[in-house]
Every structure is written in C-alpha cells, then in structure tokens.
RNA sequence: GUGGGCGUAGCUCAGUUGGUCAGAGCGUCGGGUUGUGGCCCCGAAGGUCGUGAGUUCGAGCCUCAUCGCUCACCCCA
C-alpha cells in the first residue's frame, strides 16, 4: 500500500455511510418540503467564476482554491463553494423566466486547500441552498428556519445568530466609521488586524485574539449604520423569527468570508466540533446575479457542511443493528454451485438480496459468512439435497430448518425471504 | 503558511532508566462438530517497530533529518 488518498482527502467507508445517507435524506427531504429542487452543476468551474463571485481578496480566491490549467491551457478551479455554480446555471439557462422565485439545492464535494483538521477537509461536502429573485426578509427568515429544521430533524442542536452587513447604500459609511475607529487604534491590533484593517476592514471585527477583541467593544456597530431599508428589513427578518420561535441571537460582530454578502446573514453554530463552530451559515447576496452576468436579482442562500453534521451525530450512541436480512446461498461442490448461481440470480431479479460464497468454503465456513452477513436465511444446497431435488432452507433467526423443492414457484421463497424481518 | 502531539499486526493500543521487547485485545483463518452461524474453548497466520542516517558492544526506546497522520492558529461548512 504505497499509494494513499491525498492529503485532506477521505474516504467515507462502508461502516459509515450510513450516516451519510441519513443525513442526505433528512436534508433533501426538509428542503423539499420548502419547495426547494434540486440541481446538479459541475464541481469544475472556470476560475473567473469564483474569483468573480467570491471575491479576489478573499482567502478562499487567495490561496484555497484547486486551480489547474486545462490542456488548452484555461484555467478551471474545483469549486470551493456551490453558490457561484448555482448561479452560474441560472443566469445561463435563464431559470428566471420559469417561476418568480427559483428556489434550488444542490449537494455534493466542495475542495479548498486549507490546513486539514478536525471538521475541516480539503474535499468536503455540503448542502447548499439558493433562493433566488426575491428580497423579502420573510424568505430569510425561511431559509434560516429551514437550516435549524434539519439540524433538529437529526436529533442536533445548534445556536442561531444573525447580523446585517447593509447593502452598497449604507455600507461605505460604515465602512468610513470603522477605518476612523481603527486609525487612532492602531498600534494596539494584532498582526493579522493589521492587514485586514487594509483589505477588508470589516473582517477585523471577526478577530478572535482577546486584545483585539477588547478593542472592538467600542467599535461602531454596522446595525447602527444601516440604512433605513436594510434597517427595516433585518427587523422584519427578527420578527419573523420570532414568529417561528426560532431562538437567534444577533451579533453585529459576525462577518462572512465572502465578499458577496448583503444584508442578512447567518451562522448555525456549536460547540461540540472543536475549532469549527460552524455548521452551516450564509447569507443574502443581492448584486450578485447580476455580478454575474445575470438579470438584476436579488438571491439568498446557505450552506450545511455535511461531514460536520456527520461528526455531531457520532458523537451519539450509534444505530442497532438492522434485522436480519436476506438470503445465502450455500452450495456444497461445483454442481451445486451451479445450480446455486441460477437460483440466486432468479431470485435477485425478484428482488431478493441474495449472496454466496464463491470459494467453494466449508459448509461451516458458508454458515459463518451468512451469520457474519446478517442473512435472514440460508439455502443449503448439498449432494444429499440435489439428488432430492431439494434445498435445505435454514431460518438463521429461529435456527429451524425444512427442506425446500427447488422446482416449487420461486416466487414463494421470494416472497418469504423478502417480508423476512418487516 | 505557522506551532504542538503522535507514527509498534487489518483495527485499538501495551512495551518500565537503551539489554528475549517484538506483545495484548478485537478482527481474520482453521480446529473442537468428515454437512450447519452467533456464545464458548483451542490453535494459526499476520509486523523491514513510518523511512533514512547517527550515538552505542547493543536502539521500538536516545539524537538528527525526512515523510505521514492529527490537533490548533489563520480562515471557513
């Protein structure tokens, strides 16, 4: 074994698929009932695309992305996030024209070239939402209560909070405000505040270092620059929350680390994932569409980060066992192998699971490996059984035993082995 | 990119100040039952102790380098 996956890279192994598939069915179910449909869009972009919607001065753009030249020589990224995707395909296939608001999700791996860790992989996966054409708060409400609803269908919990980040009217003031408030601070901030103060001022205030956050206590609070408009609509989009009794918490201090955000956003966030309290998060993205190309829409969106739900429900006691299940057969010597392989294939096309040994084992070592399988029955095939033109049909769970006519209707046994364990 | 921790059997891990130290449990395979699983009993296979140098009479253990994993910083789902 010379050859390992790449680093950041894993491998989700039979044992735990399981609660992958729990999790993806719980999650397409919840947005279905939202009225969300799914969409499948490449995991490869042309790099302008993220760099573009993203933001070029954002680490994602910076130094995370799986950039490769293609062999015409154009440069395509591994997509780092769904929402440019997403978009992407709607502005391209017009999705706009078909209903008012398109509401659309998508789910699968997602790459970034980070410093792996616990709940953090190079490939990851996620459920990422989009509601598109619409800017009522109350469809941010929604979509917020949609995310909490999934969590809480998996049995997990996670706080809510919230923040405006205005939108291009009221941003700049705050901007100004907040670089004033920094300038006569300035000796006092950290290293990395140094530079944020620089490229993107606002991330300054997502500063985890303790003196830093001393500081920023002070700090002028982006609520209190909104704009009338953005102002009404994160009180609306409170409201609402409160009319679902979705508990939240706001937290002016909260930035994103896209560019693309406007207005409202959120973070689902626990404390059970070591470093990574996030869960999910998002937020709206109003000038985005049109950013790219698009018709001058407004669109909302999130995303959950499916390993980190994986690792939530883990932590919890795992699922029994399943019941027995299905049918082995085990035949003893070619001929009955023979017949054994026909048999088995008749009754999978019924829709039996049915397995077998190829090995030609030790009738003891068949009984182990149906055990080991969890098979609800098992047919022995043997010379004596043969010659009678019979099967010996085994209940692994009451540990009796009949014989079987193999000429009997097939779709006896099918139907026996198929209700088995119901 | 930066820092800490850890690399011994397929898995989880013991290995005392360097001197039978190559081990245990689980798993796998076989036997106990010449054709009957789970439980039990017995046995077996399986490891260049991550790799490479060095120190030493002697290294799984000490030193250095290197690779890998992991956690954390940064950032994020």
Redesign the pocket.
């Known amino acids: 074994m010379h050859i390992?996956?790449?680093?950041?890279f894993?491998d989700i192994l039979p044992d735990e698929t399981a609660v992958w598939r729990r999790v993806e069915t719980v999650a397409r179910e919840v947005v279905g009932r939202f009225g969300f449909q799914e969409i499948r869009v490449p995991i490869m972009e042309k790099t302008a695309l993220f760099a573009r919607s993203i933001g070029e001065t954002?680490?994602?753009v910076e130094k995370?992305m799986y950039t490769f030249a293609d062999r015409n020589g154009e440069s395509l990224t591994l997509r780092p996030?769904g929402t440019a995707s997403v978009l992407r395909a709607f502005v391209e296939h017009a999705l706009h024209s078909q209903q008012p608001v398109c509401k659309l999700f998508t789910l699968g791996p997602?790459f970034?070239h980070?410093?792996?860790?616990?709940?953090?992989?190079?490939q990851?996966?996620?459920l990422s939402v989009e509601a598109l054409g619409a800017d009522q708060p109350e469809l941010d409400a929604e979509l917020m209560a949609m995310a909490a609803m999934v969590l809480d269908e998996l049995g997990l919990r996670a706080s809510l909070e919230i923040n405006s980040l205005g939108c291009p009217r009221c941003r700049p003031a705050f901007n100004r405000a907040l670089l004033a408030f920094l300038e006569n601070k300035r000796e006092a901030l950290c290293d990395?505040c140094q530079r944020?103060r620089l490229k993107n001022p606002l991330?300054v205030l997502?500063?985890?270092?303790s003196a830093c956050q001393a500081h920023y206590r002070q700090a002028p609070s982006i609520l209190d620059h909104l704009c009338p408009d953005c102002a009404r609509h994160f009180e609306r989009v409170r409201d609402c929350l409160a009319a679902m009794a979705i508990p939240f918490k706001v937290n002016h201090f909260m930035?994103?680390?896209?560019d693309y955000y406007t207005r409202t956003t959120f973070?689902?966030l626990t404390d059970t994932?070591?470093?990574?309290?996030?869960?999910?998060?998002?937020g709206r993205y109003d000038g985005l569409i049109k950013q790219l190309g698009g018709p001058e829409l407004p669109g909302i969106g999130f995303?959950?980060?499916?390993?980190?739900l994986v690792l939530m429900l883990g932590e919890r006691e795992a699922e029994p066992a399943p019941s027995?299940s299905g049918l082995f057969v085990a035949a003893?010597g070619e001929q009955a192998r023979g017949v054994g392989i026909g048999l088995a294939h008749r009754l999978r096309g019924q829709g039996v699971k049915v397995t077998t040994d190829y090995a030609g084992?030790?009738?003891?070592?068949q009984?182990?490996?149906?055990?080991?399988q969890g098979?609800r029955y098992?047919l022995?095939l043997?010379?004596?059984?043969l010659a009678k033109g019979e099967g010996?049909l085994?209940?692994?769970?009451?540990?009796e035993?009949e014989s079987f006519p193999l000429s009997a209707e097939l779709a006896v046994l099918a139907r026996r082995v198929r209700t088995a364990g119901e």
Do not use: Y
């Open positions: 390992t996956a790449i680093k950041g894993k954002t680490d994602i995370e996030e997602m970034r980070e410093r792996p860790q616990k709940g953090r992989l190079r990851f996966h996620q990395d944020r991330r997502d500063c985890k270092g930035v994103r680390g896209l973070e689902l994932l070591g470093a990574q309290g996030a869960v999910g998060a998002g995303a959950l980060g499916l390993e980190r027995l003893l084992a030790s009738l003891k070592s009984m182990k490996q149906a055990g080991r098979c098992v022995i043997g010379d004596e059984e010996l085994r209940d692994m769970a009451s540990r035993q």
